[in-house]
């Protein structure tokens, strides 16, 4: 069975650094495109970033590039999302979902086949 499971959310103060983990169990994430999502309170779900495993590309919303930065460790089958300087904005439920068919283009859109759980991540001082 497909799993996905994020960890390491948590209240954090403006200004501070979190790093989520997205860790795949029942399938191996080469050739997958991996995203982050976020929903907020009385919000839509909003894609965050995403990374292509074929070839390491790249993605981000245009509001966290150059705070937020999207990694993989094959070996250990899982995805990486370094936040830095997190804004109240930020705050949010963070998904992470794989798919093998999706270009990482448009991967930020969100229509992708697996979904983990999601992990809070608040901001506030």
């Known amino acids: 069975q497909e799993q996905l499971v994020e960890s390491g959310g948590g209240l954090v103060q403006p200004g501070g650094s979190l790093r989520l983990s997205c860790a795949a169990s029942?399938?191996?994430?080469?050739?997958?495109?991996i995203g982050w999502f976020r929903q907020a309170p009385g919000k839509e779900r909003e894609g965050v970033s995403c990374?292509?495993?074929?070839?390491?590309?790249?993605y981000y919303k245009d509001s966290v590039k150059g705070r937020f930065t999207i990694s993989m460790d094959n070996a250990k089958n899982t995805v990486y999302l370094q936040m830095n300087s997190l804004k109240p904005e930020d705050t949010a439920v963070y998904y992470c979902?794989?798919?093998?068919?999706?270009?990482?283009?448009?991967?930020?859109?969100?229509?992708?086949?697996?979904w983990g759980q999601g992990t809070l991540v608040t901001v506030s001082s």
């Open positions: 990374i292509n495993s074929s070839d390491g590309s790249t």
């Open positions: 029942g399938f191996t994430l080469n050739y997958y495109v």
């Open positions: 979902a794989a798919d093998l068919y999706v270009l990482g283009s448009s991967c930020l859109r969100g229509y992708l086949d697996v």
